[in-house]
């Protein structure tokens, strides 16, 4: 096993090292999938599938898509 570090930035925002990108074969544009179990997390490229399940979902979350969500998530 092998570790690699990436720092946040004040947004929140942090650049995938490159040998994440590489065995993930990441390339601009691409999702992310974050699995999250307990305070484990796992990265990984998001499959088809897992755009069609969020989309889906999308529609059950009104409650955080007024305009002043937008206006306060905008930059995350």
């Not at 690699?4 to 993930?24: D, F, G, H, M, N």
Request: glycine share 2%; aromatic share 6%; proline share 4%.
């Amino acid at each position: 096993m092998s570790t690699t570090t990436s720092r946040l930035t004040k947004k929140y925002q942090a650049t995938i090292p490159r040998p994440v990108r590489e065995v993930l074969k990441l390339r601009s544009g691409d999702v992310l999938a974050f699995d999250i179990r307990g305070k484990e997390i796992r990265l990984r490229k998001s499959a088809p599938a897992d755009h069609q399940w969020s989309k889906a979902l999308e529609s059950t979350l009104s409650e955080w898509s007024s305009e002043a969500d937008e206006q306060a998530y905008r930059d995350l």
